[in-house]
């Protein structure tokens, strides 16, 4: 039977240890993005809901496994495999529209958006790879309530 960890368990297991990460890279694309200057709105304006949203749910999803809210029922498993699902290709759709942007800003006036949009490229990617992971790991754990 599977285990859901509460407390400062969640710093100890697999696929938990990963919400700390999630969070530091998820808000760098946050920040990073806020700083450049938004020139095709709509890419962007995807980029920050995204980061924006997963940074949101994450911190609430770690603050529920902290404090015991799951009951270490496995509908928490699932929803966690869910969640992290969703968030894996959220980010993925914004990584490639983010990129995209970023190369069409390759010969702009302004190279400090350049370079900060790179960092958001490669932070944006870092963050999806490692939902992926969590959602992998998360879909193993679910499979052993």
């Known amino acids: 039977m599977g285990n859901l960890p509460n407390g400062v368990g969640i710093c100890t297991t697999i696929p938990d240890i990963l919400y700390l990460p999630e969070l530091i890279?998820?808000?760098?694309v946050w920040i990073l993005v806020a700083c450049t200057l938004v020139v095709p709105a709509n890419p962007q304006g995807w980029v920050m809901f995204v980061s924006v949203f997963c940074f949101v749910m994450t911190f609430i999803w770690l603050v529920?496994?902290?404090?015991g809210g799951h009951h270490n029922k496995g509908s928490w498993a699932a929803a966690d495999f869910v969640y992290h699902g969703i968030a894996a290709f959220f980010y993925l759709s914004a990584s490639v529209a983010l990129a995209k942007v970023t190369l069409d800003m390759k010969d702009s006036s302004?190279?400090?958006n350049y370079k900060l949009d790179i960092a958001a490229v490669v932070f944006s990617y870092v963050a999806t790879l490692l939902y992926f992971i969590h959602t992998i790991l998360s879909a193993?754990?679910?499979?052993?309530?």
């Open 140 to 145: 193993i754990r679910w499979k052993s309530f």
């Open 110 to 112: 302004n190279p400090q």
């Open 64 to 67: 529920v496994f902290a404090c």
């Open 25 to 28: 890279f998820g808000g760098l």
